[in-house]
Structure formats: structure tokens, C-alpha cells
């Protein structure tokens, strides 16, 4: 298995700040996601990539921007944090039949 | 609009008997379904993919089943352990351009009692 690893674990912010979230990987996997996991709505998609600087918008992409300057680092960031983003984010690979998830961050706004 | 359905309510059963999981869909065609397991504070984890053209998959005690005219796959669990016990969410990959978008069903929670 790929190895994939995000960072930080978890995070407290405050309203306004910005915020970034990284997800890294070991192998060359060209697909990379973003997704949020909140109670009552599951794994939302926020962003992927299909490669270096090349991204696209998921379900609930409005307030989240990613970057993905190397195949092996994809970077989901938070403009202006708002507490309507505090959750837990995955990041996942593509990876032979399945998707593979990091460990998540928890990320709280106040 | 797209929609994934699963339980919402755990599904409670005793060792030693079989978990029917359902996850229903509607607006979607899908290549691909697959069944993931999460635990509490971790991420998803991969159990199985099937396919559109495959009606059913086994792997050790898992069994996965794919009706494309019903929109619904199940997922069932024989002989089941206290260990078993976790969230199980179904997802589907869509073909979008040239991509395949995973969307996930929001699970459901199996309870196994000893």
C-alpha cells in the first residue's frame, strides 16, 4: 500500500485565519482527494487532483482551495476559516480497486 | 439529484450470524461500487470493489452483491465477531470526463454482541 500521510493531526484555529492542510504520499499516484466527514452527511468531496496543477471542484468546494505543485504533495487550504468548516478531513489516493485514506485532521474553528 | 442511501439505523445483531448491509442509488450509473469500513477516528478502509458487469464478489467472509436494475448492492458479513463491529460505507465511482469521482453513502454502524 501507498503510504499517505496528512498534517497536522489536529489543528484549533480561529475564525479568519487562514489554514492549510497537507496530504502526502509516497508512490506516484496521480488522483488525490479532498473530502470533509460530518456528522448526518458522511464523506463530502471538496476537491480533487489528476495530476501535477491540475485540480477540480467536488461537492462542497466553496470556501476551500487546493494546490498540487508535486505528484506526491496535495494542499487543501482555508482562505478565511469559518467555524462551517470545522470537521474532519481525509485525504485519499487512488490506488489499484479501492481508495486509500489518510488518518484524517481535525480541525476546529472558534 | 445524485443520491446514495444507507441505513442510518445500527444494525444489531448477535456473533455468529450474518450482517445484510443495504446501500440503494438513484441518478447514477456507476462502473464501479465498493464497500469501505471506518472506525472510530480513522479513515476509511477498503474491503471491495465490484463492478457493473459482476453480480457477485466474495472475499473470506464477505460477500457483495450488485443489482444495477434494482440500484442496490449488499454487503453481508457470515459469522460475525464482536470485532466486526465498525461503520461501513458503500461508495460509487461515477465517470466523469476522464476521471472516476468516488461519492460515499453515509453508513451504516454494525453492532455485533458476544
Known amino acids: 500500500d501507498a503510504g499517505i500521510t496528512q498534517s497536522p493531526r489536529h489543528k484549533v484555529t480561529e475564525t479568519g485565519t487562514p489554514v492549510t492542510l497537507r496530504c502526502h504520499q509516497t508512490?506516484?499516484?496521480?488522483?488525490m482527494y479532498w473530502y470533509r466527514q460530518d456528522p448526518g452527511h458522511g464523506l463530502r468531496l471538496i476537491h480533487y487532483?489528476?495530476?501535477?496543477?491540475?485540480?477540480d471542484k467536488g461537492e462542497v468546494s466553496d470556501g476551500y482551495s487546493v494546490s498540487r505543485s508535486k505528484t506526491e504533495d496535495f494542499l487543501l487550504t482555508l482562505e478565511s476559516a469559518t467555524s462551517s468548516q470545522t470537521s474532519v478531513y481525509f485525504c485519499?489516493?487512488?490506488?489499484?480497486?479501492?481508495?486509500?485514506f489518510g488518518s484524517g485532521t481535525r480541525l476546529t474553528v472558534v | 439529484s445524485q443520491k446514495i442511501e444507507q441505513n442510518s439505523e445500527a444494525l444489531n445483531i448477535q456473533e455468529g450470524k450474518t450482517a445484510t448491509l443495504t446501500c440503494n442509488y438513484t441518478?447514477?450509473?456507476?462502473?464501479?461500487l465498493q464497500w469501505y469500513r471506518q472506525d472510530p477516528g480513522r479513515g476509511p478502509v477498503f474491503l471491495l470493489l465490484?463492478?457493473?458487469?459482476?453480480k457477485e464478489k466474495r472475499k473470506e467472509r464477505l460477500k457483495v452483491t450488485f443489482d444495477t436494475t434494482l440500484k442496490q448492492s449488499l454487503f453481508h458479513i457470515t459469522a460475525s465477531q464482536p470485532a466486526d463491529s465498525a461503520t461501513y460505507l458503500c461508495?460509487?465511482?461515477?465517470?466523469?470526463?476522464?476521471?472516476?469521482?468516488?461519492?460515499f453513502g453515509r453508513g451504516t454502524s454494525l453492532i455485533v454482541h458476544p
Open positions: 485519499a489516493i487512488s490506488e489499484g480497486d479501492g481508495y486509500t
Open positions: 508512490e506516484n499516484h496521480r488522483y
Open positions: 487532483s489528476y495530476g501535477v496543477k491540475d485540480t
Open positions: 441518478n447514477y450509473s456507476p462502473a464501479y
Open positions: 465490484i463492478r457493473e458487469n459482476e
Open positions: 461508495a460509487l465511482d461515477e465517470r466523469s470526463g476522464g476521471s472516476y469521482i468516488p461519492t
